[in-house]
């Protein structure tokens, strides 16, 4: 902005909700970095992917999503409600937007489940998250936080069974490209989500997952996603192999990072798919890491 410009009021609130998420970040750090899911499950009230968005700036957090997060990382609860009202803003009614939560999580819930790989429903092919991203860009306000909040908890439910179950059978998710085919996320072998990183550092993320379906794994690779759009930071390869798997054997997947050089959040998700781009599992959850890239 040219020196001596004003800033418009839209400009200003949204540099007052990017400042709060830069907070809820470092907050996060001072609590260790905890990950996401860890987070959610202390929590028993939000869902990792709430909290990741939160932290990331990606949808402003309705008070309740705040409260747990701030609980969660040991925060003053009074203090943070008063930062939250600031950032929201004036001409906004706190009321409203607290009535806007993200997805309960159940305490008997296996996290790990909710991270079967390897796509984002949407679409279609190479698209998986678009419409999200559209509604986006398109809106504001509340309008942005109820779309993604109903985009999200409608792509839960689709591991999350008997959760909103009339909402899941009203969009059931897309079928495996093959039939019987199917991968569960057993952990991460390296960097778990929410490590700090220095700028510039070069690591290799390793994941490991199984074959939990009846399908033969041949000729796949993990294919980086497009979206969501992050602070275009980590330097990746487009796409890795996938080492031929049996059904029921586990195998490990690396990938090569360089971290950004500015600070800042890094998020990665990876799909799979065959030599043409093609993806096996459409209606599943993306494979991903995040870091958070210090100086």
């Known amino acids: ?31 260790g970095n905890p990950s996401f899911r860890t987070m959610a499950g202390k929590s028993g009230t939000v869902s990792h992917t709430t909290l990741h968005e939160a932290a990331k700036g990606i949808r402003f957090p309705s008070w309740l999503t705040t409260k747990a997060f701030v609980e969660v990382c040991g925060g003053d609860v009074e203090e943070w409600r008063a930062r939250w009202s600031a950032a929201l803003g004036t001409e906004e009614a706190p009321e409203a937007e607290a009535g806007v939560e993200a997805e309960p999580v159940a305490a008997a819930d296996d996290p790990d489940e909710h991270r079967d790989i390897v796509e984002v429903p949407g679409d279609g092919p190479g698209r998986p998250v678009r419409r999200y991203v559209v509604v986006g860009a398109a809106c504001c306000g509340l309008l942005i936080a109820g779309a993604a909040s109903w985009y999200l908890r409608q792509a839960d439910d ?105 600070p800042g959040s890094c998020w990665v998700g990876w799909k799979m798919v065959d030599g043409r781009g093609q993806q096996f599992l459409p209606g599943a959850r993306p494979i991903y890491f995040v870091v958070n890239v210090v100086e």
Request: proline share 10%; charged share 30%.
């Open 1 to 31: 902005m040219p020196e001596g410009a004003s800033s418009t009021p839209a400009e200003g609130k949204r540099e007052r909700q990017e400042r709060f998420a830069r907070d809820l970040r470092a907050l996060r750090a001072a609590a």
């Open 158 to 262: 689709d591991v999350r069974p008997g959760t909103r179950a009339t909402e899941a059978r009203e969009t059931p998710p897309p079928s495996p490209l093959i039939s019987g085919d199917r991968s569960t996320f057993v952990g991460d072998v390296t960097i778990p989500d929410g490590t700090s990183v220095k700028v510039g550092r070069r690591f290799v993320k390793t994941w490991e997952i199984r074959n939990s379906g009846t399908a033969q794994w041949h000729g796949r690779f993990l294919q980086r996603a497009d979206l969501p759009a992050d602070n275009g930071t980590c330097s990746t390869p487009g796409k890795v192999r996938v080492p031929d798997t049996a059904p029921g054997k586990r195998v490990r997947i690396s990938v090569p990072v360089v971290a950004p050089s500015r």
